[in-house]
């Protein structure tokens, strides 16, 4: 359903991605990981043509990614639920209308976005905090706010850049293990990330990234 066909990424001189080629099953949970700068970003960032590629294609359930047009942008982002280390929520909406806004663009009833969302909060854990605006949750429930928000539109594809990166280690397996419930439910995870213990704990498939090369993509964590 992802398939990375000789893409590579400069800025400038500056190599960020070089030839990566790797393909994604439905329903795979992948684990990308690497050193600062190896990488990762880039590569979220032209899965979700926010950046193009140099040269190479990306296929992601029946799109051409590098090829697509500005009009057809909306609806490769409705296929794609995205997750960030920072949260992004916005500050002056509630949890309830922070997840809203992501089915507004479409051409749902009030009715219907109301179920959706009830349903995605329910699902994360936080029917009781749906009328808390930001700043009166916290971190671990911010974060779950926003996984509410990347699946409510049934996307294909979750992709958490650092979703636990400011967060304490007991929060952090949380947030994980509801991703791999997510996962287990049928959608397709990749989630970058720098913590070494939960990508061991989890045993999943690892693309391990190197000043923009793949060096490693097994089964099973670091460490075997
Ligand atoms: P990671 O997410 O793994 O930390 P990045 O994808 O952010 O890595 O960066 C990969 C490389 O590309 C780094 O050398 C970085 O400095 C460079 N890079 C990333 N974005 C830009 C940009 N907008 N302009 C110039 N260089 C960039």
Do not use: C
């Amino acid at each position: 359903m992802l398939t990375f066909k000789d893409v590579s990424k400069k800025y400038g001189n500056r190599v960020a991605l070089d030839d990566i080629n790797f393909h994604i099953e439905e329903g795979e949970f992948v684990f990308l990981v690497g050193h600062s700068g190896a990488g990762k970003s880039t590569l979220v960032k032209l899965l979700i043509r926010e950046e193009t590629p140099t040269s190479g294609s990306i296929h992601f359930a029946g799109y051409d990614i590098e090829q697509l047009s500005r009009k057809a942008l909306p609806h490769l982002r409705r296929e794609i639920g995205v997750v960030f280390q920072d949260f992004k929520l916005l500050p002056r909406k509630t949890a309830f209308e922070n997840v809203a806004f992501a089915m507004e663009v479409s051409d749902f009833s009030n009715r219907e976005i109301k179920k959706a969302v009830n349903y995605m909060l329910d699902l994360v854990g936080l029917s009781a905090k749906s009328r808390s605006f930001p700043h009166q949750l916290s971190g671990g429930e911010k974060q779950r706010i926003a996984i509410a928000r990347a699946m409510v539109n049934n996307p294909h594809i979750l992709i958490a850049d650092e979703p636990t990166g400011n967060l304490d280690p007991n929060v952090s397996w949380d947030i994980v293990q509801l991703l791999n419930k997510i996962n287990n439910w049928g959608t397709t995870i990749l989630m970058a990330t720098h913590a070494s213990d939960i990508v061991n704990s989890l045993q999943k498939r690892v693309i391990s990234l190197d000043e923009g090369k793949i060096v490693r993509d097994s089964m099973g964590g670091y460490n075997e």
